[in-house]
């Protein structure tokens, strides 16, 4: 793994991407099964987030749960790309904002705590850039769980089903902090009660209730893929008729280096694509390998399809769900 030499290091990023200890002292966990102190564990943990190894601890959300989000694109003029990129990452709603290789060059998420709060932000782009926004909305999920094993082969984690009866008042600025990353202490769910005004009884038996729920898809550690040698990082878009598209997403989602795999809405003669997927490789040729066995797939046999490699990264953070506790991150 790049810059990662350490076998300590190497198990804190690979053993607690999901399942992370929902305690009063979740640390205290992580210490005993790796031998090691409780402050070297946070030592470790807090500089690899300066280092830009990894994001947050906290949570990934299921997507259009308990909010909205959308996968949206412009064609941005090269002349423009700078600026446009910084109108879009501007967006408070904008979590993800990446260059890629194509016409339609920038491609972000939009996210909000409804879809009025999503379509905003995307008027405000189009309204800003003068240019057409692609709204490329989710359908369905084959795999959405980005998840990063540094050895051993890949977990597939299929989309959890989600019971929204289990949300109750207070829970979206709990999911909201728990989205942007909670404080890497000892006692880390007790410093996040304490900055909501809750106890930390209450918060714990939230976030295990909003786990089982499948509101929270993952809890863990979230890794920063390119600081860890995964730079090679493509979406695959497929055109393909909508009847085979459960088929295929399902091939796809199985396949080897495929790290996404969902769904999204066409635009009617402008963007046709309905089946995408991400590979995420150390080389670009490791990551065309990958999408050679994609199109050798009995599912996907002649499909027309597109490759967009990224080339930059403008913006990547936590989504926003609750614009209480959204502002702050």
Not at 59 to 70: D, L, Q
Not at 215 to 223: A, D, P, T
Not at 227 to 250: H, R, T
Request: glycine content about 6%; overall charge neutral.
């Amino acid at each position: 793994m790049q810059g990662i030499a350490c076998p300590i290091d190497r198990r804190l990023l690979d053993d607690w991407q999901r399942d992370f200890p929902i305690t009063p002292r979740p640390f205290e966990t992580l210490a005993s099964e790796l031998g090691i102190s409780v402050d070297d564990v946070l030592a470790r943990l807090n500089a690899m987030q300066a280092a830009g190894r990894i994001s947050r601890v906290g949570a990934t959300i299921a997507p259009n749960a308990i909010s909205a989000s959308t996968l949206a694109a412009v064609a941005a003029p090269p002349e423009r790309l700078e600026e446009v990129a910084a109108i879009i990452g501007e967006q408070h709603g904008v979590n993800h904002n990446y260059q890629r290789e194509d016409d339609w060059n920038l491609w972000f998420v939009a996210t909000g705590p409804d879809r009025a709060d999503v379509d905003a932000s995307l008027k405000q782009i189009q309204d800003a850039t003068g240019l057409q926004v692609l709204d490329l909305r989710l359908m369905r999920p084959f795999n959405v769980d980005l998840g990063f094993r540094m050895n051993g082969p890949r977990q597939l984690v299929p989309p959890r089903p989600v019971d929204l009866c289990a949300l109750q008042d207070g829970d979206r600025d709990l999911l909201q902090v728990l989205s942007r990353g909670m404080p890497i202490t000892a006692r880390s769910y007790w410093d996040l009660a304490t900055n909501l005004g809750r106890s930390e009884s209450e918060v714990l038996d939230r976030i295990e209730t909003l786990h089982d729920a499948g509101i929270i898809s993952r809890l863990g550690v979230i890794v920063r893929h390119r600081a860890l040698g995964w730079s090679a990082n493509a979406m695959v878009v497929w055109d393909i008729p909508e009847q085979q598209v459960p088929a295929a997403g399902q091939a796809l989602a199985a396949l080897e280096g495929v790290t996404l795999a969902y769904e999204r809405r066409p635009v009617p003669g402008v963007w046709p694509y309905r089946l995408y997927n991400m590979v995420h490789a150390r080389t670009r040729s490791a990551a065309q390998e990958v999408i050679d066995a994609a199109t050798a797939l009995p599912e996907l046999a002649d499909a027309k399809h597109k490759v967009l490699f990224s080339t930059r990264c403008f913006k990547q953070t936590g989504a926003l769900i609750s614009r209480t506790k959204g502002r702050a991150a």
